[in-house]
Nanobody, 124 residues
Framework: QVQLVESGGGLVQAGGSLRLSCVASGRAFSRYFMGWFRQAPGQERKFVAGINWSGGSTYYADSVEGRSTISRDNAKNTGYLQMNSLKPEDTAVYYC?????????????????WGQGTQVTVSS
């Protein structure tokens, strides 16, 4: 079992930045591919970014490409999502997830473990 706890969300003005963190406990975090997803009210949960076990490969949704950076520190069992130039449409609950690598890493079904989510609200 892996337990994931996100933090770092909050209220920010458009154009601002936030750094989300995801701390893992339990089985070796470094074994797993890690993803960040977000879910706005009334919408499905959508892929934001993903990173492989070593941090050597990263993947982004088109909506955040160039504005966000995903990273991880396996020694600290922690993953991060740095988001810059935030827009009101980035408002959502953000979730981190972990699972063994799958070519379907953009889908929620590829992840076995989920955090409880952290709210990000971007005001215009």
């Amino acid at each position: 079992q892996v337990q994931l706890v996100e933090s770092g969300g909050g209220l920010v003005q458009a154009g601002g930045s936030l750094r989300l963190s995801c701390v893992a406990s339990g089985r070796a975090f470094s074994r797993y591919f890690m993803g960040w997803f977000r879910q706005a009210p009334g919408q499905e949960r959508k892929f934001v970014a993903g990173i492989n076990w070593s941090g050597g490969s990263t993947y982004y949704a088109d909506s955040v490409e160039g504005r966000s950076t995903i990273s991880r520190d396996n020694a600290k069992n922690t993953g991060y999502l740095q988001m810059n130039s935030l827009k009101p449409e980035d408002t959502a609950v953000y979730y981190c997830a972990a699972g063994y690598y799958s070519s379907n890493y953009r889908t929620t079904h590829s992840y076995s473990y989920w955090g409880q989510g952290t709210q990000v609200t971007v005001s215009s």
